[in-house]
Structures are given as C-alpha cells and as structure tokens.
C-alpha cells in the first residue's frame, strides 16, 4: 500500500511559504506547478514518560485545521496563536491593538503582508476631545462601606465576569452587588435568546446585553 509523502499546497499570496519553499527547492523543480509548498510527512516519538523505554512513532502531515475571524469578532477572546491578516490599507490603531492583543505572548503573534504603521488618532477627534475633558472631571472614589446605600451618591459596579450564568448565583447573593446603583458586565458569554428571567438579579431590570 502506497502512502503520501508529500501534500502539496497552494498559499493565496507569496510571503506565506516562502523559507519552506526555498528549503524544498529541489522538490519544486520537479512539480509541475511553480509556487506551491511542499509539505512531507513528519515522524515524531511519542512516550508516555521522558525516561520510559517504550513509545509510539507518530507519522503525519504537520497541517492543522484552521478558522479566521474578523477582528471585532475576537474582540474580548484570548488565543494561543495568532495570525494577522493585514489588509493593503493601513489599520486603525484600535484594530490593531485589538488584533495584536488576542495572542498570549509576542512569539506566538505572526503578522501576515506588510506591515503600515496606523495613523494616530485626529487632534480633534472624539477620542482626543473626550480625553481633555477627563483632565477636567475630578472622579471622588470612595471603597468603604460599598454594602451601604447612600441617597446622595450611585455606585457603579463594573464587572469582567467571563460568564454571567456560571456566576450568576454568587452576584445574586453578594451584598456589595445588590447595595449598587448599576451594574455592568463585560464578556457575559450572554445571547440574544437569554432574558430578563435568565439573567435576573434582585432589585435590577435587564437594559441591554
């Protein structure tokens, strides 16, 4: 029985491959189809403890399945490689800052076309506006007694909660929660299907999610 040796792949743009196929050059001239990547089988020994005796030869393609997402959609998510996809215009510094920020460190980062530095943020946009004002707005934080209402005051409580329905029971109960004015939640995993009996918290009515 023959088995495949090689997969042979053919990449959208040129820079994906390259050192491979200058590696595989020699395979390369004797295909027929100039620019695609040879990829061969590799083998690797697997044991089930670094100094146990025996073990088992694994042999397969080095490929992996794949998926691509835009970058609002990995807004919030956290992934332990990443490959960015740069598009022939230059990226606002938002997106790239949300897109560079997905991967858990800068060596499993990989930028994909050529890099074009962002424009920085307009002088007189939103942002900048919004920033000036800040330096204008004195915010008086006080962290004792957040159990307490007081009538003179809202207590905002802002919370990462990486899943409200696996910790809704434990907001339910928290007193500091339940003394708060408002109560926003980030990365709720929440859908559009939940609702206000879903995601209910005494005292509170559901605005938005």
């Given at each position: 029985m023959k088995r495949p040796l090689i997969a042979w792949i053919e990449f959208d743009n040129e820079i994906t491959g390259s050192k491979l196929r200058g590696r595989r050059s020699h395979l390369i001239e004797q295909h027929s189809e100039q620019g695609w990547t040879a990829i061969e089988v590799s083998t690797r020994l697997i044991k089930p403890r670094p100094d146990s005796?025996?073990?088992?030869?694994?042999?397969?393609?080095?490929?992996?399945?794949?998926?691509?997402?835009?970058?609002?959609?990995s807004q919030g998510q956290t992934y332990h490689s990443?490959?960015?996809?740069?598009?022939?215009?230059?990226?606002t510094c938002y997106l790239m800052y949300v897109a560079c920020s997905r991967a858990v460190t800068a060596e499993r980062l990989y930028l994909i076309r050529t890099y074009r530095r962002p424009n920085p943020p307009p002088?007189?946009?939103?942002?900048?506006?919004?920033?000036?004002?800040?330096?204008?707005?004195?915010?008086?934080?006080?962290?004792?007694f957040l159990h307490k209402r007081r009538a003179y005051l809202y207590q905002f409580m802002f919370h990462n909660i990486q899943s409200i329905r696996r910790h809704l029971a434990l907001v339910q109960q928290d007193e500091v929660y339940l003394a708060s004015d408002f109560l926003l939640f980030?990365?709720?995993?929440?859908?559009?299907?939940?609702?206000?009996?879903?995601?209910?918290?005494?005292g509170f009515a559901l605005v938005t999610h």
């Open positions: 005796t025996i073990g088992a030869l694994c042999r397969k393609f080095p490929l992996a399945p794949a998926e691509a997402v835009t970058i609002h959609k990443v490959v960015v996809y740069l598009p022939a215009i230059a990226l002088a007189d946009g939103p942002l900048a506006c919004e920033l000036s004002r800040l330096e204008t707005v004195v915010l008086e934080a006080s962290f004792r980030a990365e709720t995993w929440s859908s559009i299907a939940d609702n206000e009996q879903d995601l209910g918290i005494p």
